[in-house]
């Protein structure tokens, strides 16, 4: 038995172990949706494939890995060696959706595999039919980029050229691909050292008890929160806009019940699986489900495979939470992933209201494809800036320009300068939305305003994928809901809406985006908002109104 002080030091060493990956990670990649807006997340994974720790990044992403090591583990049973390196992305082999790209170190003493250093880091590019790794057209998965079933791509520490070769040629911009598939394996590889360093201080045997303690200590937090909510069955319901070809108003529908220390959530009444890319692999619909557990519990409760185990899932393959393949997938890291924690999260306010967020702003990205008339060269440009707001809780109000409640304030925007550096655009306007978010006791985060003008000298062309231009924000118990996004494209004398999910959209030089992003949900009554709050409002131009309410 391994004493308490011992395990709690070895719990912070892994936590400090993938922090220092996801350092390492931003340091060196190449991509600005990595070096800038931090769409990666690193872990570590024991034998058994147990998440152990995750660092502070994409909460979505970590949730799956388990699915994943173990289809790596299943793939490669008895040849796996030190100085080996992985490679998955395939939805239905553990992964996400296909532009998250998982590299896998495994981690040996002597000739025991004892963990894995993973990195999973979402690329600019994965294949497929267009530019961006997002395909709204897509009716099946293949038509969403390369899929890489469990790889082996460095064989006991020599890399095997012509899969990297294979790999590299199969998505546009190689060049970046490859300096990104570099970065995650260094960072995986700072996992692996730092944790052959704590195996060497401590001992092999002493680590596996304090991990196995660790797992049950966290479970034993997770379920001494639930225990205090109120036992009952709960019902809640998340709208998606449609699913960008033939489908409207596609609901997730979680059933929740509460017993005791622990709950389960039924999924299986939720939509009919659908023709475009809102369509969720299994893995993703567990990490959505892990999601919301984690916004749920105590924030210095570590979340990891023992934490998980508070929570039983039921769920209907066939629907959109858990696809067929060859289903169409990619949107799902987004939406549905953040409908199914949503959806559980309103469920919940019946059984611990003081534990319960408004929703927040949904995903709406574009990504631009066209030549940099400086360089000459060919650029993708992912739109991360004009972020929607954070939903409020119960706490205070929600957090302005967050992002999507999938990634919970992880995904950034990068620095305006750098990127009209790196690409041929100019932000005439980056600010905050007034009045876009959702009253309330604590109202929700505002959303952004972004004018972006095209500076190109030949057509470029972009893509669109996203939600929440139909359903907002939702209010929470008596909050009300935030505004949607709103987006259009001024080119010439014409200006048009843009939809969340289309291809092919043509992009003139001198074209402007004005884009509105949505406002997070409030919480609580709004007549119970202070005076204070509402004149603090007012001086910092989050509302517009002259005819505020009074407040308390």
């Not at 038509?143 to 590299?168: C, F, H, N, S, W």
Request: hydrophobic share 40%.
């Amino acid at each position: 038995m391994v004493d308490p002080i011992t395990v709690s030091v070895i719990t912070h060493r892994f936590e400090a172990i993938v922090e220092e990956m996801g350092e390492a990670m931003l340091r060196t990649a190449y991509s600005q949706i990595l070096n800038s807006s931090r769409d990666f997340s690193t872990a570590i994974a024991d034998q058994q494939s147990r998440l152990v720790a995750q660092a502070e990044h994409v909460p979505i992403h970590v949730g799956s890995i388990p699915w994943a090591v173990q289809s790596v583990s299943d793939f490669f049973a008895g040849d796996v060696h030190p100085g080996d390196v992985f490679l998955l992305n395939d939805p239905y082999h553990g992964g996400n959706h296909l532009p998250d790209l998982t590299a896998f170190v495994p981690i040996f003493a002597g000739d025991t595999l004892l963990f894995w250093s993973i990195n999973r880091s979402h690329q600019s590019d994965i294949g497929g039919s267009t530019h961006g790794a997002y395909n709204p057209a897509a009716t099946e998965i293949w038509q969403e980029g390369v899929r890489i079933t469990p790889l082996k791509l460095y064989d006991a520490g020599k890399v095997r050229a012509d899969v990297m070769k294979m790999v590299a040629t199969n998505v546009r911009h190689a060049e970046d691909f490859l300096g990104d598939l570099r970065a995650m394996i260094g960072s995986a590889r700072v996992g692996e050292r730092r944790v052959h360093e704590l195996l060497e201080e401590y001992g092999a045997e002493t680590v596996i008890q304090s991990v196995e303690e660790l797992f049950n200590s966290s479970e034993r937090e997770a379920r001494a929160c639930i225990s205090e909510w109120k036992d009952g069955t709960y019902y809640g319901e998340c709208i998606l806009d449609d699913d960008g070809q033939d489908f409207t108003d596609v609901h997730i529908r979680a059933k929740v019940v509460v017993h005791g220390d622990s709950f389960t959530v039924d999924l299986s009444d939720s939509h009919k699986q659908v023709h475009g890319f809102i369509n969720s692999s299994y893995p993703n619909m567990m990490s959505a489900v892990y999601m919301a557990l984690a916004y749920m519990i105590e924030p210095t409760t570590p979340k990891n495979s023992g934490t998980f185990r508070v929570v039983d899932v039921i769920a209907k393959q066939g629907t959109v939470v858990w696809a067929f393949p060859p289903a169409p997938v990619t949107l799902a890291t987004n939406h549905c992933a953040q409908e199914i924690g949503e959806a559980i999260i309103k469920a919940l306010a019946g059984a611990c209201p003081e534990r319960v967020i408004a929703g927040w702003g949904r995903r709406f990205r574009i990504a631009i494809k066209g030549i940099d008339p400086r360089t000459e060269r060919q650029f993708i440009w992912h739109l991360f800036h004009a972020r929607p707001g954070g939903g409020a809780s119960p706490v205070g109000d929600g957090w302005e320009t967050a992002g999507e409640g999938q990634a919970a304030g992880a995904s950034k925007f990068g620095s305006i300068e750098v990127a009209e550096t790196r690409f041929p655009l100019f932000f005439e306007k980056h600010e905050f939305r007034p009045d876009s978010f959702g009253d309330g006791e604590f109202r929700g985060g505002a959303g952004s305003v972004l004018t972006l003008r095209m500076e190109i000298e030949e057509p470029a062309i972009a893509n669109t994928a996203g939600d929440g231009a139909v359903y907002p924000s939702y209010g929470a118990l008596g909050g009300e809901d935030g505004k949607p996004h709103h987006y259009t494209l001024v080119s010439g004398d014409t200006t048009r809406v843009l939809k969340t999910k289309e291809v092919g959209i043509a992009v003139n030089p001198g074209d402007v985006f004005y884009i509105e992003s949505a406002g997070g949900g409030g919480y609580g009554p709004a007549e119970k908002r202070s005076a204070h709050a509402r004149e603090l409002d007012l001086q910092n131009g989050f509302v517009m109104a002259s005819d505020l309410p009074t407040g308390n």
